[in-house]
């Protein structure tokens, strides 16, 4: 907080109530000092937090919408799809407004996506995709707001 009125004194003595966990509210009634200072200081404590953890574990948090492709030969006699032998499976990530996470994965069951999810996805982001069955587990390991995009035929 680069222009505060609060001396050093009482600046640490916020960082330790919130450091105990103590409410806003009691550490205003403690300090003296507005309930709304207070609460300004321990969403800024929250939001450095977040950032120096997100920056530790290199996860990010937000909108990231989820697909896997299959990339090769246009056609090779057999199978179409999924089940086309010589084709590459790939895997995809994009955060909305920000990165794309991209790759090559032996095959896209639910056992080789989740721990790619899980080492760049931050539980609690909302996630989109469409209705492949390795993204059903999603709501289970944390990420509450899966969204699943059903293709129209």
């Not at 080492?119 to 993204?135: L, M, P, Q, V």
């Amino acid at each position: 907080m680069k222009y505060n009125r609060l001396s050093k004194y009482k600046t640490k003595k916020i960082i330790k109530c919130f450091s105990e966990d103590i409410t806003a509210s009691s550490t205003s009634i403690l300090l003296g000092i507005n309930r709304n200072t207070i609460n300004s200081y321990y969403n800024k404590f929250r939001e450095l937090l977040l950032d120096y953890s997100l920056k530790i574990t290199g996860k990010e948090f937000g909108e990231f919408e989820l697909d896997e492709s299959y990339f090769g030969a246009k056609r090779i006699r057999g199978k179409r799809g999924r089940g086309a032998a010589g084709k590459t499976p790939v895997f995809g990530l994009l955060k909305r407004e920000g990165k794309v996470y991209v790759t090559i994965v032996p095959n896209c069951s639910k056992e080789e996506l989740m721990p790619i999810i899980q080492d760049k996805i931050i539980e609690g982001s909302t996630i989109h995709t469409d209705g492949w069955r390795a993204y059903d587990g999603l709501i289970l390991n944390g990420y509450t707001q899966h969204m699943s995009i059903s293709s129209c035929k």
